[in-house]
């Protein structure tokens, strides 16, 4: 698992020692500590087609979300993040399933709740209809303060 940072510590975090040298991909940047092996993803200005880079970093946050929430592999919630954003970025593509272009001020309007709808969207392939959106969203929270508080009468 990837911890995600807007930029990387000059030391690991977990135990002190110096990260080696990041390796890049064409959205992200990876550098493990050399003791404990922890990693490090830093977003690169590449990642999202936005010249604003307060918003890739802030974006990138939905990443961690959807690894935590909803199980995705580190890889596979970078890929979904991003196809998200170029997919309901395109006009073309929002009124084919009859929802408003969205935009990063959306986005930064959505907050932590993104993670929710890029799962529903790309991966439940839910009802496009926003408000089934709200109704799949709902139930999913119940399900899951149900669950949190099964394991806490454990
Ligand atoms: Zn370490």
């Not at 926003?130 to 949190?148: M, S, V």
């Amino acid at each position: 698992m990837c911890k995600i940072v807007r930029e990387f510590p000059p030391l690991c975090r977990e135990c002190s020692a110096l990260l080696l040298p990041p390796t890049c991909t064409d959205s992200v940047a990876i550098a493990e500590c050399r003791r404990c092996h922890e990693k490090y993803a830093c977003f690169l200005p590449g990642w999202l087609p936005t010249a604003d880079e307060e918003l890739i970093k802030y974006y990138s946050n939905n990443v961690g979300a959807l690894t935590f929430e909803f199980g995705h592999s580190f890889w596979s919630a970078v890929a979904l993040a991003r196809e998200y954003y170029n997919k309901f970025t395109d006009e073309a593509y929002c009124r084919s399933i009859g929802i408003p272009t969205q935009n990063d001020e959306f986005f930064w309007h959505e907050g932590g709740g993104m993670a929710s709808r890029i799962h529903y969207y790309l991966v439940v392939g839910g009802d496009p209809d926003p408000h089934r959106f709200i109704d799949w969203r709902t139930e999913h929270n119940r399900l899951k303060r149900a669950e949190r508080d099964r394991l806490k009468g454990l």
